[in-house]
């Protein structure tokens, strides 16, 4: 991880970002705040930032509408803020590329954590993985390239895909034809200090079957098994 990760807090609490600022400072963080969305996008354009702690709620744009903005342009960590203590609410943060959520009020010392985490993940996503002899796994029409961390169909029209994304579909190739529990998918997929709920599974998962299956509704690739987990159904070669 960074010796001193650079944080952007967004929020038009000044009590919040009074907190934060002093407490991730005491612990060997960089802060940059943000009071509103266009203070964010200038201090993104400006500041090398590693994590965004983003509220949902801001005077000006939607946190949900600044997280979208940011994964299409980039892949730093986002983590929401909420003051509601909504389910859906979470599912759509994940569905737009959100990493992480947690809702106010909140412990800072679990908002360090979290912010840790989806650090560790990411520079996990981006750090040299050792030589692997068979770096390419086939399934279908499909041909995961580990080493370049790239999905494509076998005509070579690649398949774009999140940290995420690639990391779920990764766990199930190299486990094909197994019923994998959600627990089991976090762990393969985000690692054992993951921070994410278990519903993100089943988000990724449908992101996965958009643009892996002809009917995402009726797959045939990664089948759900009631009261078990998931499925690749289809056997994987390495070459």
């Known amino acids: 991880m960074t010796p001193m990760p650079h944080v952007l807090v967004v929020d038009d609490d000044e009590d919040i970002l009074m907190l934060l600022t002093q407490f991730l400072q005491n612990h060997a963080c960089r802060v940059s705040l943000a009071r509103s969305g266009a203070e964010m996008l200038a201090a993104l354009e400006e500041k090398g930032v590693d994590v965004i702690v983003l509220d949902v709620m801001l005077p000006d744009e939607s946190g949900f509408e600044l997280c979208r903005k940011v994964r299409m342009a980039s892949a730093i960590p986002v983590i929401m803020l909420t003051a509601v203590s909504d ?8 569905e737009i590329g959100a990493d992480d959520y947690i809702t106010k009020p909140f412990n800072a010392r679990e908002l360090l954590a979290r912010i840790k985490a989806v650090l560790r993940r990411a520079e996990a996503s981006t750090a040299p993985k050792p030589a692997d002899p068979h770096p390419m796994l086939s399934f279908g029409r499909w041909r995961l390239d580990i080493r370049r961390r790239e999905l494509r169909l ?4 690649l398949i774009p895909l999140s940290g995420g994304e690639f990391d779920l579909l990764l766990a199930f190739a190299e486990k094909p034809q197994r019923v994998l529990t959600r627990d089991m998918l976090m762990d393969l ?7 994410a709920f278990d519903r993100s599974i089943d988000v990724q998962v449908s992101r996965l079957r958009r643009k892996l299956e002809a009917d995402p509704k009726s797959p045939e690739l990664i089948r ?4 078990g987990g998931y499925i690749l159904m289809a056997p994987v070669t390495r070459s």
Not at 87 to 94: A, I, M, N, Q, T
Not at 154 to 157: C, E, L, M
């Open 189 to 195: 997929a985000h690692g054992e200090n993951h921070a």
């Open 224 to 227: 759900t098994v009631r009261n």
């Open 87 to 94: 389910h859906l609410e979470r599912v759509v943060g994940l």
């Open 154 to 157: 076998d005509d070579n029209t």
